[in-house]
């Protein structure tokens, strides 16, 4: 019998959730990894987990209801992964292949036939598909695309350009010839997008951001991924027929439902003749997956997109990583990293 760590959530949070119990590894159950029934599916193991701000939205009863369903108190969380295929039992995947998808964080686990069996024909490392080869490169790349709309020369702005989303978002926007603006929350955080290739970049913390947007702006594309004040100061400084995607709101997902900051000028969409929409990465996939997987990879390995990742190593340290991921202390994508070299 081998053990079987799993990430239950322990303990629902009111704000922000404590690293040391929200989250927490429990060791007591095992698993049979010769013996196992697996009923026409896989074994797989476990690489690396991702981790995401709609984590937290997840935090809540099970009977709110929610864009996802909620994490069931005491229960092992679930997220994407990629894992290795130990064994099979189904022509569609074999063993010592890598998958990806939607699973239990589980490090040992049974597994259906609804994930990706991974092609890494550029020999990347395993662990950057759960970041900009998974779903966070996607919705950079998808969001983009048919909501955004960008035409060159018009002028696009990122908050959170230091994220798994937005550090992508700033460079695929000034590939396609747009002007860049970007907001993240340090002077690190603003040297290293400066690096990607924005063209204004502020540390929202010490710049006021809509002095910042009237000076720079006006804008034709928002690509939000923090709500609140900062969509209402990006409303006040669209351009006529503006596009404002509706990523993440990070800012929120900690306030009580009374305390969530109401947008104060959305009449303006009117004025402006804006388009607001919301951005869920699985009405893209269809469409642009596979258009994704040819591009994003060859151009990563030829080094004509940067990736920045927080990489923690071992499961004990989802609790931290999270909330590192919620306050902004993590530089890009935060992944849960399970084995050395992956």
């Not at 690396?48 to 092992?76: C, H, K």
Request: hydrophobic share 40%; with cysteine; glycine share 10%.
């Amino acid at each position: 019998m081998t053990t079987n760590s799993r990430i239950i959530f322990n303990e629902m949070p009111h704000g922000l959730p404590n690293p040391k119990t929200a989250l927490i590894v429990d060791d007591t159950q095992s698993i049979d990894l010769d013996n196992v029934p697996l009923q026409g599916g896989i074994l797989v193991k476990a690489l690396a987990f991702s981790l995401d701000p709609y984590m937290r939205n997840r935090m809540r009863p099970v009977e709110i209801q929610g864009d996802i369903d909620a994490f069931a108190l005491g229960e092992t969380i679930t997220g994407f992964s990629v894992a290795v295929v130990l064994r099979s039992e189904t022509p569609l995947i074999q063993a010592g292949q890598h998958v990806y998808g939607f699973m239990h964080a589980n490090a040992l686990g049974m597994k259906g036939l609804s994930l990706q069996v991974l092609d890494n024909k550029y020999n990347l490392p395993w662990r950057y598909y759960v970041g900009i080869l998974g779903m966070t490169g996607q919705t950079a790349y998808y969001g983009l695309k048919d909501i955004s709309n960008p035409k060159p020369g018009e002028t696009l702005y990122i908050s959170a350009a230091c994220g798994a989303v937005g550090h992508m978002v700033v460079q695929l926007a000034k590939a396609q010839g747009l002007k860049v603006i970007a907001s993240c929350g340090s002077d690190q955080k603003v040297s290293l997008v400066k690096s990607l290739g924005a063209d204004h970049v502020f540390n929202y913390k010490t710049a006021n951001t809509a002095a910042e947007l009237r000076m720079h702006g006006p804008i034709d594309i928002y690509f939000d991924n923090v709500g609140g004040p900062t969509l209402e100061a990006a409303i006040d400084n669209v351009a006529c027929n503006a596009r404002i995607v509706i990523c993440g709101m990070v800012s929120q997902y900690n306030l009580g439902t009374d305390k969530t900051y109401g947008i104060r000028n959305l009449w303006l969409l009117n004025r402006y003749r804006a388009k607001m929409e919301g951005l869920v990465v699985i009405d893209w996939a269809d469409k642009y997956l596979d258009e994704f997987h040819d591009v994003v990879p060859r151009d990563l390995a030829a080094g004509k997109l940067k990736y920045l990742e927080h990489v923690y190593n071992g499961m004990e340290r989802v609790g931290e990583a999270l909330v590192d991921l919620l306050i902004g202390n993590n530089v890009g994508k935060s992944v849960l990293v399970l084995e050395d070299g992956v």
